[in-house]
């Protein structure tokens, strides 16, 4: 089930943890997960477009801090890992039976 739908049905998204980060705390996130951002990078996840719209989806606290879900971060990452690992369990699978690249 995708995000819209857990949202369309009341449901709550679980991935979210209810444990919310500021921008140095997610870049402590990422260290444990050995992915190493600059500063810069984790700013430009939070710049709005011009349509006030985030690449994540950060949101201003009740002190006027940037926060996210820390749950999130790691969801991003986990999700192109699981991508990655469907794509090489199909190729490995075509070329055990002679599908693959070059066959």
Known sequence: MEFNEYAEQGKPVPFLTGRYVDKKEALEILETMNIRWSRRQIDWTAE???????????????KGILRIDAGFIHRQFEGKQLE?????QATSDNTKSGKGRGQ
């Open 48 to 62: 709005p477009d011009p349509n006030g719209d985030r690449k994540w989806p950060w949101f201003l606290d009740d």
């Open 84 to 88: 990655a690992l469907r794509r090489w």
